[in-house]
């Protein structure tokens, strides 16, 4: 039973309540338990197996080339005013990591429009920067 797929699972737990007509409800739920802690303990044995989660991979923080960039992503689709220089964000934030710099844009989008203004602007990423 360890290696069935939900599919024949389901088609077990359609079955069962044909097989068991005039069975009292308790037997249903102690057999649908007994079904459900077998599944949940051979998952289990299968993700807790050696060698499974003793890799680490360390993975640096962007550079300020990289979080130009990333920013830029970020950043294609926010409408930004004239005064928005991604050079100068993506220095002045060291030790950011792409998704830090995701919730910058977003964050920076956040505040615009909570001040009814269609442009993210410079001052909108500095306010941004203390928040994330």
């Known amino acids: 039973m360890c290696q069935t797929s939900s599919g024949a699972l389901?088609?077990?737990l359609f079955y069962l309540p044909m097989a068991l007509a005039g069975v009292p409800?308790?037997?249903?739920?102690?057999?649908?338990l007994?079904?459900?802690l077998y599944q949940f303990w051979v998952h289990t044995e299968q993700v807790r197996r050696p060698g499974r989660f003793d890799r680490q991979v360390?993975?640096?923080n962007p550079d300020v080339s990289g979080r130009e960039r990333i920013l830029r992503v970020h950043?294609?689709?926010?409408?930004?005013?004239?005064?928005?220089?991604v050079k100068t964000i993506a220095?002045?934030?060291?030790?950011?990591?792409?998704?830090?710099?995701?919730n910058l844009v977003n964050e920076a989008a956040l505040t615009a429009a909570r001040k009814d203004r269609r442009m993210v602007t410079h001052r909108d990423f500095e306010d941004a920067k203390d928040k994330v």
Not at 25 to 32: K, N, T
Not at 91 to 102: N, V
């Open 10 to 12: 389901l088609g077990w």
């Open 25 to 32: 409800p308790l037997v249903f739920a102690i057999v649908g």
């Open 34 to 36: 007994i079904a459900l």
């Open 58 to 60: 360390v993975v640096p």
């Open 75 to 85: 950043m294609k689709d926010v409408p930004l005013a004239a005064d928005v220089n």
């Open 91 to 102: 220095r002045g934030t060291p030790g950011f990591s792409g998704a830090d710099l995701a």
